[in-house]
């Protein structure tokens, strides 16, 4: 079955650095896009990052352009998400999923434990 495993986070001042990894299996890792998804207190959870299976196509929501970076490495099953300069309003539970390209919506209904990232002013 479909098994989710992010893990990186953690709290960090305003302007830090963090890296997000996932570790995804289940499913033929490099045959999918991936996406990292976010959900604050009491707030939908939202895409902010996508990579498409061929590693090169992404997609950043605009709120974290220019100062995250997602990345894949499919002999490792495992996406990352590099997060610089963080700001207060980044803090969140960060998750994982499959993810269908062309539509960007996560593919299937499972979902990991996510990671808690906390950004302290």
């Known amino acids: 079955q479909v098994q989710l495993v992010e893990s990186g986070g953690g709290l960090v001042q305003a302007g830090g650095s963090l890296r997000l990894s996932c570790t995804a299996s289940?499913?033929?890792?490099?045959?999918?896009?991936m996406g990292w998804f976010r959900q604050a207190p009491g707030k939908e959870r939202v895409l902010v990052a996508a990579?498409?299976?061929?590693?090169?196509?992404?997609y950043y929501a605009d709120s974290v352009k220019g100062r995250f970076t997602i990345s894949r490495d499919n002999a490792k099953n495992t996406v990352y998400l590099q997060m610089n300069s963080l700001k207060p309003e980044d803090t969140a539970v960060y998750y994982c999923?499959?993810?269908?390209?062309?539509?960007?919506?996560?593919?299937?209904?499972?979902w990991g434990q996510g990671t808690q990232v906390t950004v302290s002013t």
């Open positions: 999923n499959y993810l269908n390209y062309g539509v960007m919506v996560p593919v299937g209904d499972y």
């Open positions: 289940g499913r033929t890792f490099s045959n999918y896009a």
């Open positions: 990579i498409h299976y061929n590693g090169r196509n992404t």
